[in-house]
């Protein structure tokens, strides 16, 4: 009798899975440069954790997960990184605020596709914590980079935003309204998600309920100010950081516990299973698991597909010197931005605060990002015209002119 691997799975050897292993290297030197600390949860776990909080109407739950039963227990294979994190924290009582990365596989009885598989590898970021739209752009901005860094080519970034529990209410009023007539039409999938997770229905493969769904009102005409001024400033942020991306108003999550900001990056040489990253911010689903009330943001990558969008050889990461840079306001985001690209021109790894906070709150997140070097620049540098660098290790403190800093990088 000849033994045949499970379908949806596959042996990984020789060059794939040196590449897989390089991936993975890369992602934990970049990611602990950018304050991330990894951790690793059970490949098991007890099944309502993810009835909880993925939501028992999404296509995972219902059709996907691999459950099996021992002590009377219902267990489940993990779908999904998230709440397995999440629980984690919780369970380890750990401290806010906080940023992970998981590296691992996952469980789901999907349809084998290219670059999808029942058993596929993530690696995955959350920041716990932070609920300012900076910090939505951040972790938008630390996907792109880990991707440019690993020269990923031909992606594009998709965002939206689907608000949060008081914007939907009125949605989906009008939504209903507007698909009475068409009701029958729509897939029996669609149909049974409306009543139960009704932004859902949006990311139907269909083809003929995406043709309906492309003139139903929007989301984004629904929101609420609080979520409308949030999502706004997001946009505004990736501008002024200089980051392509495209609105797309029927961008949705396929889970439930997803809020405000929602993100896609898209490989265009993949087909309809396109997507190689996909996140957003989820600020209810700590307090569903059990948790406090606290805003989170995070992102997956599948990297079966993120393999496809690669070269052939990978590029080697060596260690570099990490710079922190903290400035006093919006208005000074163009000098941020101006810096970091000094800094990543001389190939040094570059982490910025969030420009709302105080110096004093940012010199503090330097410390815990484990900074070698903070520039500061504020009212007081700009009057001066200079540069404030800090030595995180030794305390010491100059002021430098740009090009007294120029020749501070290539002098390294």
């Not at 309204?177 to 139960?196: A, T, V, W």
């Amino acid at each position: 009798m000849i033994y045949q691997k499970p379908k949806g799975t596959r042996d990984i050897f020789s060059k794939e899975l040196k590449r897989i292993e390089t991936i993975n290297s890369a992602a934990r030197f970049f990611f602990a440069y950018n304050g991330y600390q990894e951790i690793k949860t059970p490949i098991f776990e007890f099944a309502e954790l993810f009835t909880r909080s993925i939501g028992e109407s999404t296509d995972i739950v219902e059709k996907e997960m691999y459950t099996f039963e021992a002590d009377k227990r219902l267990y489940v294979l993990r779908p999904e990184g998230t709440a397995s994190v999440l629980r984690a924290f919780i369970e380890n009582k750990l401290a806010l605020p906080a940023r992970f990365l998981y590296i691992g596989s996952m469980y789901r009885k999907e349809k084998p596709q290219k670059g999808r598989y029942r058993e596929f590898l993530q690696i995955g970021i959350e920041l716990l914590g932070e609920e300012g739209p900076f910090y939505d752009v951040e972790t938008i901005d630390a996907a792109k980079r880990f991707l440019d860094l690993i020269m990923a080519k031909d992606y594009n970034i998709e965002i939206n935003s689907i608000g949060c529990s008081k914007c939907r209410v009125k949605y989906k009023n009008e939504l209903r309204d507007y698909l009475r007539p068409k009701i029958n039409k729509i897939c029996q999938d669609c149909q049974r998600r409306f009543d139960r997770n009704f932004l859902r229905i949006f990311d139907c493969k269909n083809e003929l309920c995406k043709k309906i769904y492309e003139n139903t009102p929007k989301m984004a005409g629904y929101l609420c100010s609080e979520c409308a001024e949030h999502y706004n400033r997001v946009k505004k942020f990736l501008d002024k950081i200089g980051i392509n991306y495209d609105e797309n108003k029927n961008l949705v999550r396929g889970l439930d516990y997803y809020t405000r900001t929602v993100f896609e990056f898209k490989y265009r040489g993949l087909g309809a299973q396109d997507t190689i990253i996909a996140g957003g911010r989820y600020d209810k689903l700590m307090k569903e698991l059990g948790g406090k009330d606290v805003p989170c943001i995070g992102w997956a990558m599948g990297v079966e597909r993120l393999l496809i969008a690669l070269p052939d050889n990978l590029p080697k990461i060596e260690d570099k010197k990490t710079f922190f840079i903290a400035v006093m306001g919006e208005r000074f985001i163009n000098q941020l931005i101006n810096l970091r690209e000094l800094i990543q021109k001389n190939n040094f790894i570059c982490l910025t605060g969030n420009p709302d906070d105080s110096i004093k709150h940012q010199l503090k997140d330097a410390n815990r990002l484990n900074a070698d070097y903070v520039i500061i620049y504020g009212e007081d540098e700009a009057r001066e015209n200079i540069y404030n660098l800090k030595n995180m290790v030794s305390g010491e403190q100059r002021k430098l002119s740009l090009t007294e800093l120029e020749q501070f990088l290539k002098g390294f």
